[in-house]
């Protein structure tokens, strides 16, 4: 059975809503499905897109193919890349960027609180002196 990623028109007369679904390619535009995606709606300004990352990562994995407009909205959300880069093995670019700079920012913490506990001695010793004056002038 060949599957199609592709959208499902609800909605009433000039007031469109679409579905995107995962149907089979001989089903009508708006029949049987096997398993809704997500959501597109063209009316609000900006459009108005939801979509199943995992879902549609699933259904993709299988070999369905998405129609056009499906695959424009797949595009916008980042899945078909997603999808590309899994398909060849390779790891996403974004995603080497955040693990060094995670690395890097569970480094400097401790750093900054190896610091941040001196400055607080040296505050501590500062607070008596303080202290001191006003109990003077009583």
Not at 73 to 89: D, P
């Amino acid at each position: 059975m060949a599957v199609r990623i592709r959208l499902q028109r609800h909605g009433r007369k000039k007031r469109p809503f679409y579905r995107l679904v995962a149907a089979d390619a001989r089903a009508q535009r708006d029949g049987v499905f096997l398993e809704r995606l997500g959501h597109y709606n063209p009316m609000t300004d900006p459009a108005d897109v939801f979509i199943d990352e995992e879902k549609a990562l699933k259904w993709l994995r299988r070999g369905a193919q998405p129609s056009d407009t499906a695959k424009r909205l797949l595009t916008q959300n980042g899945i078909l890349m997603k999808f590309e880069y899994e398909k060849l093995g390779k790891p996403m670019p974004g995603s080497e960027v955040v693990e060094e700079s995670t690395e890097t920012a569970e480094v400097e913490p401790t750093e900054t609180q190896d610091a941040t506990s001196e400055t607080d001695t040296s505050s501590d010793e500062a607070t008596p002196d303080a202290e001191t004056p006003a109990s003077e002038e009583e």
